[in-house]
C-alpha cells in the first residue's frame, strides 16, 4: 500500500473530493446492488463476520460525506505521532487483526515497543473490525485489561475527595 500512496491513492482521493456527490451516489447504489457489501466482506472482515455484522459494516459509511473521509484520510497520510508515543501516560491495550487489510500486525507490534504501559491483542482471524467480528473476545479482554489497570490503582489516576 505504501508504494501505491503518492501514485494512486493520493490522486484518486482528490477527484473523490471533487466528485463527492456523484461517488456518494454511487456508494448507495453500490449498497443496494450489494456490492458494498462485498467489498466490506473481503476489505474489513477476517471471514467470521455474521450477516448482522456486515450489514452495519456495511450501511455504516452511507451516511458520511466522501470528501470528508477522504480529507481525513489524506491527513492520516501526513500525520506522524512517533515522538508523542513514549509519553503516553496511561495504559494503552493495541487489539491487532491477522487478516487485517488496513493496518499491519506490526504497526501493533511497533506501538506496543513504543508505548510504556502498553499491551497487545492480536486475533489472527481477525481483519480490521475485530470488535464487530470477534465482539465477545475483544470485550472479554477489555475487561481484563481494565479489571488489571483498576487493581494495580496507577499513579495517573486522581481521587476527588
Known amino acids: ?65 466522501p470528501a470528508v473521509l477522504a480529507r481525513g484520510i489524506l491527513a492520516m497520510f501526513r500525520y506522524d505521532a512517533t515522538s508523542v508515543l513514549p509519553t ?18 506490526e504497526a501493533g507490534k511497533t506501538l506496543c515497543e513504543r508505548i510504556p504501559r502498553s499491551q497487545t491483542l492480536h486475533i489472527d482471524s481477525a481483519g480490521h473490525l475485530t470488535l464487530l467480528e470477534h465482539n465477545e473476545r475483544f470485550c472479554q479482554a477489555v475487561s481484563a485489561f481494565g479489571s488489571s489497570c483498576l487493581r494495580a490503582e496507577p499513579s495517573w489516576t486522581r481521587t476527588h475527595p
Not at 508504494?3 to 473523490?16: G, I, S
Not at 466482506?41 to 452511507?62: I, W, Y
Not at 503516553?88 to 500486525?105: E, K
Request: glycine share 6%; net charge positive; with cysteine.
Open 1 to 65: 500500500m505504501r508504494a501505491l500512496k503518492v501514485p494512486v491513492l493520493m490522486p484518486l482521493l482528490y477527484l473523490q473530493i471533487v466528485f463527492s456527490p456523484l461517488i456518494w451516489a454511487f456508494n448507495f447504489l453500490s449498497y443496494l446492488l450489494g456490492t458494498a457489501h462485498l467489498f466490506t466482506h473481503l476489505t474489513q472482515f477476517g471471514g467470521r463476520e455474521t450477516p448482522e455484522q456486515l450489514e452495519f459494516a456495511a450501511r455504516f459509511n452511507l451516511p458520511q460525506s
Open 88 to 105: 503516553i501516560p496511561v495504559p494503552t491495550l493495541i487489539c491487532t487483526g491477522g487478516r487485517d487489510l488496513l493496518i499491519s500486525a
